[in-house]
Each structure stands twice: as structure tokens, then as C-alpha cells.
């Protein structure tokens, strides 16, 4: 009878099995990560394609153009009747002028912008197409969103920027800060208003009656709030706690404190009152950028449950 003797089994090393598990998990890892980076960019092209088509929409129709003749005339007729002062006293003419012109003309115009988006679409045709694509609702409205906003920011820009070009020419440098500063707020109300448009466009069934809710927001933050707001804190013994509060309400408001508060004069009424509020930069930053992104975000909860 013949003895068969197996070869001993070896046993794996316990440094080779800690080894390729980690090699494993760093795999893994590595895997999640480029998957999320891939979503990254899948959402990031979505929204980039809608964004564009959007704005070459608004371009056809010559939205930017006419901001930019709308505001161009504006700056430039500031400039000019600026005059009788020099240097950075010029400076401080034109930009509390702007400041009060653009705190009527800003939030008309994006809420103008963004009656179009939802409601014009839908009365067009386009949006039962753009609902149809692969492509979430949220992600539609943010692309809508942003080509507008695209369209808003050059037309503001190329106007302010000509009526900027010639106070530079007529009066130097010395206070090209606080024309800056005018543009950048500007900028963020007219985003932070064509915002709210885009919800009302999302809310409202036919363009005609985003058109009314528009003019009614308008006429509420333009006028109403302010004249509500004053006689709160004149008529009352409310601290600065309640004036901030009233200011960070309304996106006119933060215009005119990131702008007047750098000015070393200001208007009566209640713009008198809103540099004293003590929001910082910061705050006000902060306050335009709830203002853009709690109306799209409602905005895109309409749109996904129609």
C-alpha cells in the first residue's frame, strides 16, 4: 500500500493580505471619486447647454442691448451732470445719483428678464421641448436661470461701463473704488430681482399675469417696503436689530448700503437710516446671494410639480 503526502498548505501572508486590501479600498475610493467627479461634470454640462441656449434666446430678442442702452444713457447722463464738481467729490456725485436711479430702474429690469423664462416659454412652445430632455427640472431652471442672469450682468456691465470709461476720463482715478462698488451691487440686485422674476414666472400661468405679479413685487420692494420700513423706525422705539432685519428684507435696501455706506454723505429718508444698520460687506454679500438662491430653488419646486 502506497502513502500519498500532500504538500503542506501555505498559509497567505498577513502582510500580503493587508496589503491588497488596502490596495482594494484605495481602489474603491479612487472609483468613487472619479464617478463623482464624472456626475460633477455631467451636471455641470447640462446645465452649461441649457445656459447658453437660454442666452442666445435673449440675445435674439436684444435683451443685452438694450440694458446696455438703457444703463449706458443712464451713467453717462450721471456723469455729465456731474459736472460743476472734480476729483473724488465727482466721484461721489455720480455714484449716490446712480445709487438712487438704479435702486427704480435695476429691479424693473430683472424682473422684466425673468417674467420670460417659465411663463414666455410655456406660451411659446419651448417649454414642454426643454421638458422633455433628459435633464431635471432643477436643472433646467438653474440653466434658464443663469443664461438670463448672463444676458443681465453684460448689459449692466457694458452700460455702467461706459458712463465708468468717461467719470475715469473727466476725473481720474481717485475714486474708481466706489465706482466698483456701485457695479457689484448693481449687479447683485438686478441677479437677486431676476430671481424673484423667475419664481413668479414658475407661479404664474400665462405671462400676462407674471407681468402683474412683477409690477406688483416692483412696486412693493421699490416703494412700499421703504415707506413701511420708515415709519416703523420713526413711529416706534425698535433698535438697529429691527432696521437690519427690514434691510436684509429687501434686496434695494442692500444696494443702498453697500453703496452709501462707503459714501461719506448721504441722502434723508430712509437712506440716511440703512448705513447706521452696521451689516458689514460680508452681510450684505450674504444677503443677495439668500436673495438669488431661496426664489430659484422655490422656482425649481413649482417646475418640478407641474
Known amino acids: 500500500m502506497s502513502l500519498r503526502v500532500d504538500s503542506p498548505v501555505e ?13 482594494t479600498e484605495s481602489s474603491a475610493v479612487d472609483e468613487h471619486r472619479l464617478s463623482a467627479v464624472g456626475r460633477f461634470r455631467d451636471v455641470g454640462g447640462e446645465v452649461w ?3 447658453r441656449r437660454e442666452y442666445r434666446v435673449t440675445s435674439r ?6 440694458l446696455a442702452g438703457l444703463f449706458g444713457l443712464l451713467s453717462v447722463s450721471a456723469v455729465l451732470l456731474g459736472a460743476s464738481s472734480v476729483g473724488p467729490a465727482r466721484y461721489t456725485t455720480v455714484v449716490a445719483t446712480l445709487t438712487e436711479l438704479s435702486a427704480y430702474l435695476v429691479p424693473l429690469a430683472g424682473l422684466t428678464l425673468g417674467v420670460g423664462s ?9 417649454l414642454d421641448v426643454l421638458l422633455a430632455l433628459p435633464v431635471t427640472r432643477r436643472r433646467l431652471l438653474l440653466g434658464l436661470y443663469l443664461g438670463r442672469a448672463t444676458t443681465l450682468a453684460a448689459g449692466v456691465t457694458l452700460g455702467f461701463g461706459l458712463g465708468g470709461a ?14 466698483a462698488r456701485l457695479l457689484f451691487a448693481v449687479l447683485a440686485c438686478g441677479v437677486a430681482f431676476l430671481a424673484v422674476g423667475v419664481l413668479l414666472s414658475a407661479l404664474a400661468g400665462e405671462t400676462t399675469h407674471a407681468l402683474g405679479g412683477s409690477l406688483l413685487a416692483w412696486l412693493y420692494f421699490v416703494l412700499l417696503h421703504d415707506l413701511a420700513a420708515l415709519a416703523l423706525i420713526a413711529g416706534t422705539e425698535l433698535g438697529g436689530t429691527t432696521a437690519t432685519l427690514l434691510a436684509l428684507a429687501n434686496p434695494v435696501d442692500l444696494l443702498r448700503i453697500a453703496v452709501l ?20 460687506l460680508p452681510v450684505v454679500v450674504g444677503g443677495f446671494l439668500a436673495w438669488v438662491a431661496l426664489p430659484v430653488v422655490g422656482a ?3 417646475l418640478r410639480r407641474r
Open 300 to 302: 425649481g419646486a413649482v
Open 61 to 66: 430678442a436684444r435683451w443685452g442691448v438694450g
Open 11 to 23: 498559509e497567505p501572508d498577513a502582510g500580503t493580505t493587508t496589503e491588497t486590501g488596502r490596495d
Open 118 to 126: 417659465v411663463a414666455g416659454a410655456d406660451e411659446q412652445g419651448s
Open 49 to 51: 447647454t441649457l445656459a
Open 166 to 179: 468717461l467719470l475715469l476720463a473727466l476725473a481720474g482715478l481717485s475714486g474708481w473704488v466706489l465706482y
Open 261 to 280: 455706506s462707503g459714501l461719506p454723505a448721504t441722502g434723508g429718508g430712509l437712506s440716511a437710516v440703512l448705513p447706521t444698520t452696521g451689516l458689514s
